[in-house]
Each structure stands twice: as C-alpha cells, then as structure tokens.
T-cell receptor
C-alpha cells in the first residue's frame, strides 16, 4: 500500500465552482501535512500547511482528520489560474522523509 | 532571495557518459533531497541527506550517487547514465524544524539519456 494516496483526476470544473480533493495516508504516526501546487513541468510550490484545527487562506481551506487518516483541500470560486496538479505531502514520524501523493489534476474551464 | 538553485535546466546526453546535476541552497538547511518525477508515478525520492557527510538512500537510488561535503551543496551524480534514467529531476531542501518543515524545490532538470 502506498504511504499517501490521491485520486489522480482530472477534475474538470467550470469557473466559479467549488471543488474538493482528499488524500489518505497510511502511517497514523505521521507528523506534518501539506498541500503543494505543481504547474506542468515546473517545481512544486507550497500551497498550504495543514493543521489539526484546519486552516484557511482566501479561497483555499485545508483540513486534517487524524482519526480517518486523511487530509482535504477545498477550493471555492475556482479561477482559471487554479488549473494545476495538487500534491498531498506527509512527513513521516521519523522526520526524515517526505511522502508524496501522485497528485490530483484540476482543470478549470471558462 | 531564499532559493534552491539547480543546474542545468535541460540536459541531453548519451548512455554511459558520466554527468553531474548540481544543487545549491542558501537557506542553511540541514535536509536536502533528490527526486525524480515520471508520468503516472509521481515524485520518487532518490537520495536524501540530513546534514553534512550524512546521506541515505531513498526509494529509487540505483544508478545514482550523491555527496554532501558542504551544507549548501548536494550534487546528483550519474556515473553511467541509461535511457531509463530519462526523467524530470528536482532537488529540494528543508529546515525540518516545526513551522519550517516545508520543502523548497529547485526549478528542475529535464534529463534525456539517448
């Protein structure tokens, strides 16, 4: 079983839509959680850290559910510029390894 | 500006010709790592380093070498490249301390081995 699993998509949504991605992780002792955004053939860039209390940054909201071992990303009022691949990243309990999901592709259409 | 600098951006080579991809960070990060990214497989870790002179294998280390003689530099060496090493490579670094755990990535190296 993979350490981190994501639905690869693609999610095709119209501008203005609300879209949500989930990501599950297998190690219950995992310590830190992140969402990264990656544009085609470019380096991943940090979108948000994910905390137990949840966090929000403008149109983006991230949640962590430790009991069910998943994290989520909600994007409200989607923009064309949100089209990208979203990577779920988890740091293992020994703090020496970042585990990446394979990414969820989002296409926002006019 | 805080950054991870990776060179070259594009590289075409032939089977068996040794090459080095350089990676340097200016943030005094202890942790550095190399990844390769292939379609459908996501990012896979090749090697990582927790500090100077400390390196460990990741998930796909075969055919690669690394060194960490200085804190800022973490070069990736392919002694005898083969076509199955054609991929997009990323170097990354992190402080791995609390709020600074996030990874900073270089801009990537697209390698083609003919």
């Amino acid at each position: 079983r993979k350490e981190v699993e994501q639905d690869p998509g693609p999610f095709n949504v119209p501008e203005g839509a609300t879209v949500a991605f989930n990501c599950t992780y297998s190690n219950s002792a995992s310590q830190s959680f992140f969402w990264y955004r990656q544009d085609c053939r470019k380096e991943p860039k940090l979108l948000m850290s994910v905390y137990s209390s949840g966090n929000e940054d403008g149109r983006f909201t991230a949640q962590l559910n430790r009991a069910s071992q998943y994290i989520s990303l909600l994007i409200r009022d989607s923009k064309l510029s949100d089209s990208a691949t979203y990577l779920c990243v988890v740091i293992g309990n020994n703090f020496n390894k970042f585990y990446f999901g394979s990414g969820t592709k989002l296409n926002v259409k006019p | 500006e805080a950054q991870v600098t990776q060179n070259p951006r594009y590289l075409i080579t032939v089977t068996g010709k040794k090459l080095t991809v350089t990676c340097s960070q200016n943030m005094n990060h202890e942790y550095m790592s190399w990844y390769r990214q292939d379609p459908g497989l996501g990012l896979r870790q090749i090697y990582y380093s927790m500090n100077v002179e400390v390196t460990d294998k990741g998930d796909v280390p075969e055919g690669y070498k690394v060194s960490r003689k200085e804190k800022r530099n973490f070069p990736l060496i392919l002694e005898s490249p083969s076509p199955n090493q054609t991929s997009l490579y990323f170097c990354a670094s992190s402080l791995l301390q609390g709020a600074e755990e996030k990874l900073f990535f270089g801009s990537g190296t697209q390698l083609s081995v003919l």
